[in-house]
């Protein structure tokens, strides 16, 4: 039982557009959004991260959207570099923050000259 | 300022042993959490432990145990292995267990490969 679902396996962006990452889940119990980041031999780090109580977060060249009507997330990297090329991880929270995450089985993103 | 590490990096074992992984948290931190990632599969929640007891278990089965040090440092053990328990194991340290855990920082993992 896929409660969060990543269902583009990979992704290839040109340097300098942008890069649309989506994650859709069925928990309506979620009320915790994060996006992590994983490069090769490395665990994953955290990203960004919005509440259920917002539609919306943005840090720097990342913006998380949030469509709770829709079960639906998405992360955009505006504008995407070579070094953002790496596997991302969409995961949900039940309990407000970090615990106990459920995570998709992630995208991996190419961001290519 | 060390992260979370972990060991070891890689180990292989065969059916029906046990395995033991080490996790020392980021210093500062209480709480540590341990996930499974499979191959092509997203990291699962295993379980939390806190003040040394484990707080939050995810749904796996009593073969995997784990423990918690005065130290904060943390042990999961796995008994009697079956091929399906190959995975890379990732441990996440935090600040203040229960339900107010701070940020996750994981470690590199411990890569188990069951023969």
């Known amino acids: 039982d896929q409660q969060v679902k990543q269902n583009s396996p990979s992704l290839s962006v040109q340097e300098g557009r942008i890069s649309i990452l989506n994650c859709d889940y069925t928990?309506?119990?979620?009320?915790?959004f994060l996006w992590y980041k994983k490069y090769p031999a490395e665990g994953p780090t955290f990203l960004i991260s919005?509440?259920?109580?917002?539609d919306k977060n943005e840090d720097g060249r990342f913006t998380v959207f949030l469509n709770k009507s829709a079960k639906h997330l998405s992360l955009h990297i505006v504008p995407s570099q070579p070094g953002d090329s790496a596997v991302y991880f969409c995961?949900?929270?039940?309990?407000?923050?970090?615990?106990?995450?459920?995570f998709g089985a992630g995208t991996r993103l190419a961001v290519h000259p | 300022d060390a992260g979370v590490t972990q060991s070891p990096t890689h180990l292989i074992k065969t059916r029906g042993q046990q395995v033991t992984l080490r996790c020392s948290p980021k210093s500062g931190h209480d709480t540590v959490s341990w996930y499974q990632q499979a191959l092509g599969q997203g990291p699962q929640f295993i379980f939390q432990?806190?003040?040394?007891?484990?707080?939050q278990r995810g749904n796996f089965p009593d073969r995997f145990s784990g423990h918690q040090f005065p130290n904060y440092s943390s042990e999961l053990n796995v008994n009697a292995l079956l091929l399906g328990d190959s995975a890379l194991y990732l441990c996440?340290?935090?600040?203040?267990?229960?339900?107010?855990?701070?940020?996750?920082?994981f470690g590199e993992g411990s890569r188990l490969t069951v023969l």
């Open positions: 928990n309506s119990m979620f009320d915790y």
């Open positions: 432990y806190y003040e040394e007891e484990e707080r």
């Open positions: 995961a949900a929270s039940a309990t407000g923050g970090y615990n106990k995450l459920i």
């Open positions: 996440a340290s935090s600040l203040g267990g229960g339900l107010n855990t701070g940020e996750l920082f």
């Open positions: 919005i509440s259920s109580i917002k």
